[in-house]
């Protein structure tokens, strides 16, 4: 842990906590997310653009309204604008932690699984004591709120990115037994064709903003061509079977 130097008196530096805080529904925070956020004086959480966080939705019911916000705006699009946004985000929570108060970052689902957080615990973990709670990722949440198994025995689960290219999807759903592809939004059209040209269309399953009040869930082969949001993903499964 680090120490800042104020006014000539040491001052322990404050704990960077990356908390997971899962794919939507409130309850599905885990109870030590949950103890690390309202002891926080101070919570950082990633804007995309002009919206609402959706990480900060996901906890507002539990914050106690005295607590310094930081808000994370990355710009649509990405590219640099994100980088930039990151680096000044870190810079101000350096200064909190430097002030001795814990900063906790909100992140959907898992910190560490394509989350957010990861871009701030790059530039601040060497400096600062660090603790990472895992949160229920929308990998899990999916296959759970469609109410088939994900895998069993020696299966092998594949993550796919939807942005990768046809023939890296096709070859490695090769591979897998079964497998999830994330961050559908535009791409959703062409991962659909993809699908039904493999013959995998009749074993996938669409699940759009899952544990949330406006949840979709149906097979692939009923859904429309429009393309998707961000918060959506395809649950494959190649096996004929499952576990009973």
Not at 50 to 66: E, K, M, Q, T
Not at 71 to 94: F, K, M
Not at 188 to 213: K, M, V
Not at 228 to 244: C, H, K, T
């Amino acid at each position: 842990m680090g120490i800042a130097i104020a006014v000539g008196v040491q001052v322990m530096a404050g704990r960077l906590l990356g908390l997971g805080v899962g794919p939507g529904d409130p309850e599905l925070l885990t109870l030590k997310a949950l103890r690390l956020l309202k002891a926080a004086p101070v919570i950082a959480f990633p804007c995309l653009g002009d919206s609402p966080s959706f990480a900060r939705a996901i906890v507002s019911d539990y914050l106690s309204g005295d607590q310094r916000e930081i808000a994370i705006n990355v710009p649509l699009g990405g590219h640099g604008g994100t980088d930039a946004a990151y680096t000044s985000a870190a810079a101000e929570i350096a200064t909190a932690l430097d002030g001795g108060d814990d900063v906790a970052v909100l992140c959907e689902g898992d910190a560490f699984l394509y989350g957010s957080f990861m871009y701030l615990w790059s530039r601040l973990s060497d400096r600062y004591g660090c603790e990472i709670v895992p949160g229920v990722s929308s990998l899990l949440a999916g296959p759970a709120r469609l109410a088939r198994p994900l895998a069993a025995g020696n299966d092998i689960v594949t993550i796919l990115p939807a942005p990768l290219d046809d023939a890296v999807l096709a070859a490695r759903l090769a591979d897998a037994d079964s497998a999830v592809i994330m961050k559908l939004g535009r791409h959703l059209p062409r991962i659909h064709r993809l699908l039904a040209r493999l013959g995998l269309e009749g074993r996938s399953h669409y699940i759009e903003r899952a544990t949330l009040p406006n949840e979709i869930c149906q097979p692939l082969n009923a859904l429309g061509p429009a393309p998707a949001p961000y918060f959506s993903m395809i649950v494959v499964g190649r096996r004929e079977d499952a576990p009973r």
